[in-house]
């Protein structure tokens, strides 16, 4: 009888390994932009190379903007977000705390983001995220001043 429970036990562990590897974290590094939780842009390991734009217009000034930054599977420390001119000359930074888990979003006003771009006659500014494991800074995504009222990433 011990032995049929002993099976059972250690076939109940290879099944739960097997089904627990397709669901963790594959790994590498990528980031997600959500617009009032509704994703705008998604690129992760050599995705990341392309720059791509969003568009935001006053519609959204209430708007919030959350960017989720993932290194391998977990949340960065001491994460940064800034915006920067084409001269990389830093328009506004966003410090956060660290936080426990798998808490990546961190989270802007988008009337901040819209201000910042107005005081350089709404011209293109840059969204870059550095952390304890990115201190170089990885650039997001362009901030581009849109004339309709829609959100895309391109």
């Not at 932009?33 to 209430?62: C, G, P, R």
């Not at 798998?102 to 802007?108: E, H, S, W």
């Not at 500014?125 to 001043?145: C, D, N, W």
Request: hydrophobic share 40%; with cysteine; glycine share 6%.
């Amino acid at each position: 009888m011990k032995a049929k429970q002993f099976l059972t036990m250690v076939l109940l562990v290879a099944a739960s390994s097997f089904i627990y590897s397709f669901v963790t974290p594959v790994g590498g590094e990528g980031f997600e932009i959500y617009l009032d939780n509704k994703l705008v842009l998604q690129q992760f390991n050599q995705e990341m190379k392309e720059k791509k734009n969003i568009q935001l217009t006053a519609a959204h000034s209430n708007s919030e903007l959350k960017v989720k930054y993932y290194h391998c599977g977990m949340a960065g420390k001491s994460r940064t977000l800034e915006l920067k001119n084409a001269d990389q000359k830093t328009l506004k930074q966003w410090q956060f705390d660290n936080s426990e888990g798998k808490n990546f979003a961190i989270a802007l006003a988008v009337k901040d983001i819209l201000h910042s771009q107005e005081k350089l006659s709404n011209s293109t500014i840059y969204l870059y995220y550095s952390s304890k494991e990115a201190p170089q800074g990885r650039l997001l995504a362009g901030i581009v001043h849109a004339k309709k009222n829609t959100v895309t990433g391109r």
